[in-house]
Every structure is written in structure tokens, then in C-alpha cells.
């Protein structure tokens, strides 16, 4: 879809939406569905408060969040049009994704076919790699931070915002997901952009599997299997997902297989021609 006519620095106000129905919930504020008066544009309107931003001291995170989502333009990550702020409530103007958050996609699908997952890792991928070029690390990518437009475009979304963890609360772990941790930053080590390559690995065997491979009981069990990369593979898996998997959960970094070589990978590239000539 081509930009809608909400750009262009102009400065938004709440009266220049209708506000309908909550698409979610958190500990901040909602996402509303709305529609911009004059052009009728579809948006998901998020909204924060204030107050509890100031509680967690999370002002100037989110000011800086904001403006890295804003500068991005890639297909696969969700637009932010703009924000905008009233003495109560920060206001931030999305892209509307149709579907809904792939989380709840696989809660309630339980796991992805194979061409789909490839699809979605193909897409996710691309868009990280964008991101990658232009120095920014995603650092949290988990199908929390994956929405899916009403024609199944992928989505990345939650630049970085430490907020997300705080501001959904959807998985048990005590300070939200271990999951999708790679070992360097769950060590507390210098990491670079390659703990985006080991969470599209993590994110690619849940999307086959339905769970992600090092959940275990206790949060001291996932970390220790993290720490190793220690997983193991459902036998019903393809060999060319286990070659991708494989070579992105690499415990080093600098030795995980490449985003562009995920997006060219024979496995990727079959299983999401399948999808995407099924979808025609
Ligand atoms: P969040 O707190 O940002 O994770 O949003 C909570 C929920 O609101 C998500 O799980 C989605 O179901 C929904 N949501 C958030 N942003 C959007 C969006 N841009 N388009 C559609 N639904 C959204």
C-alpha cells in the first residue's frame, strides 16, 4: 500500500481520529483500530500513559525508539507515522496489521506449515538484514514483536522498545521471555548484530514445532541450555529446516549463517515459492 497521506510532518492532535475498537491490552496503555477524519486511513493508535512512562523512566527510551521506527521504510516492518501527546497520554500512529500478532497466530494454530514458515523467515529476514545496513539491531525479535497484515505481510514492530516486555506480560518468565535470548546477551557479553541472526533461528523452529527449542521447566534449565545451544529436533523435521536451524543457533556470533543467505537458502526459497504460488 503507498503511503497514506499522514506523513509529512504534519502535527496530529486526537481530534483528527475516530477512535474504534481495542486491538490489545498492556501495562502502558491500548492500541486502538482508528481512522484519520480526513484521508479515512486505517491505523492502530497506541496508546500510553504518561504517568506510568515516568514511573519506569522510560521518556527519553521511548522518544529514541520512536525515531528509529520512524526512519525505517522496508515492507516487512511496521510504519510509524507519527506521535503526538496530550497532558496525560503519548499518542504513537501505526501501520494497521490486520491479523494481528503472530503470537496469537501460533497460540491458536499451534504451529506453521513449512512453506508458510519459510515465508514469514524470509520476509523477517530481509528485514532485519534492511536493518542491519542501516546499524540498527532489532535485539528482541519473538512473535510478540511479528504482526501480519490482512494480506499476510509480515511485520516487524517493537523497535528495541524495552517497553514491549514490560507492556504485554504474555509469557510466564519473570522479566518477559528467556526464549529468544541468544547466549552472549544472556551472559551479559558484547554482542553485535548476530543475536538477530540466532533469534530467527530460535523463531523458525517455533513456527515448525510450536515451541521454542530451549524452553524447559525453570527459567535456570532454559538458560543452561542457551548457554550450550542445546536443543534438540522433533524427528518430522525437514532436513533443510534443521540446516537452517542449525546454522543460526551457533553459540559464536560471528559464525551464524548470514541473514542473505538465509533469504537464498535452497529450503527457504522452495518452501516459500510453495507458499506464496498457493496464496496467488
Ligand atoms: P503490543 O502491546 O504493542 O504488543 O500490542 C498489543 C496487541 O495489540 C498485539 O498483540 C496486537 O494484537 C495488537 N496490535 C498492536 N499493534 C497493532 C497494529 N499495528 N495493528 C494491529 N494490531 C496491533
Given at each position: ?194 543475536v538477530d541472526n540466532w533469534s530467527v533461528g530460535v523463531l523458525l523452529y517455533e513456527f515448525l514445532c510450536g ?70
Amino acid at each position: 500500500m503507498a503511503c497514506p497521506p499522514l506523513v509529512n510532518g504534519r502535527i496530529w492532535t486526537l481530534n483528527d481520529f475516530e477512535v474504534g475498537r481495542a486491538l490489545g491490552r498492556g501495562k502502558f496503555g491500548s492500541v486502538f483500530l482508528a481512522r484519520e477524519r480526513d484521508s479515512k486511513y486505517i491505523v492502530a493508535l497506541k496508546v500510553l500513559f504518561k504517568n506510568q512512562l515516568e514511573k519506569h523512566n522510560l521518556e527519553t527510551q521511548l522518544k529514541r525508539e520512536i525515531e528509529i521506527q520512524y526512519h525505517l521504510r522496508h515492507d516487512n516492518i511496521l510504519r510509524l507515522f507519527g506521535y503526538f501527546h496530550d497532558s496525560t497520554r503519548v499518542y504513537i500512529v501505526l501501520e494497521y496489521a490486520g491479523r494481528g500478532c503472530v503470537y496469537d497466530l501460533l497460540k491458536k494454530e499451534k504451529k506453521f506449515s513449512a512453506p508458510r514458515s519459510a515465508s514469514y523467515i524470509k520476509q523477517v529476514a530481509d528485514a532485519l538484514h534492511y536493518c542491519h545496513q542501516k546499524k540498527v539491531i532489532h535485539r528482541d525479535i519473538k512473535p510478540e514483536n511479528l504482526l501480519v497484515t490482512a494480506d499476510d505481510k509480515v511485520k516487524l514492530a517493537d523497535f528495541g522498545w524495552r517497553l514491549s516486555d514490560l507492556f504485554t506480560f504474555r509469557r510466564s518468565t519473570v522479566c518477559g521471555t528467556l526464549d529468544y535470548i541468544c547466549p552472549e546477551m544472556l551472559e551479559n557479553r558484547v554482542h553485535n548484530y548476530t543475536v538477530d541472526n540466532w533469534s530467527v533461528g530460535v523463531l523458525l523452529y517455533e513456527f515448525l514445532c510450536g515451541e521454542p527449542p530451549f524452553v524447559m521447566e525453570g527459567p535456570s534449565d532454559t538458560m543452561e541450555r542457551i548457554r550450550k545451544a542445546q536443543y534438540k529436533f522433533p524427528g518430522s523435521l525437514p532436513d533443510g529446516a534443521r540446516d537452517v536451524i542449525t546454522k543460526l543457533l551457533h553459540k559464536e556470533g560471528n559464525k551464524r549463517l548470514p541473514l542473505p543467505d538465509v533469504i537464498t537458502h535452497e529450503w527457504i526459497v522452495s518452501e516459500s515459492n510453495k507458499y506464496e504460488a498457493a496464496s496467488k
